[in-house]
């Protein structure tokens, strides 16, 4: 396991994590525009931030899923609500995995289990999102989310589709292995449940 993981896993200074939410926001809001645009959605939509400079992470969150839903919402009017979230995902899933990628070459993220933990938990840390991780026969990993920033803001559909981007990020970041959400808190649930699972979707 690389120093520099473990060193991230143990502290990371707000202004790296900042960088780390402005990538993920900017990548994702770049996607789904685009995606409206394809659709003949309605797309004058501001950027994240609307023009005002956001000061706490917290800010920045709720700035970023307000846009997130702004889009899903724009998505949904063009195509339907079934039809949106099949084309989100679809469009955010290699979105994720670039950002998997980008993160793993940054981070020296080797392929075991535990890297792959340790290098979620760097990640999700940036994202106000905190998770504990059970091991199962086969393999499996049963990841369970009992606090999620972004909950409070997304709607259920934007919640649908952005988990295509948490999805394609352990594809990237560790491409032996897969996840899928089966819970969400946006869907009613205590806790968001994801499967993670050797072997790819």
Known sequence: MSLKLRLAALWMPEGTMRKMLEKVDEATTAALDDLVRRCG?????????????????????????????????????????????ELGRQALYPVGVMLGREAKKELSVGDGPQELELAARVLYRALGIHFGLEMR????????????????????EACLVLSAVDEGVVAGLSPGYSMLFEQRMTGGSDVCVACIKEGRK
């Open 137 to 156: 026969n086969g393999g499996t990993m049963l990841m369970r989310v009992d606090r999620c920033a972004l909950s409070h803001h997304y709607s259920r």
């Open 41 to 85: 959605g309605r797309s004058p939509i501001p950027a994240s931030g609307d023009g005002r400079a956001v000061r706490t992470m917290e800010e920045s969150m709720a700035a970023m899923a307000s846009g997130h839903n702004t889009r899903v919402k724009a998505l949904v009017d063009a195509v339907g609500k079934a039809r949106a979230v």
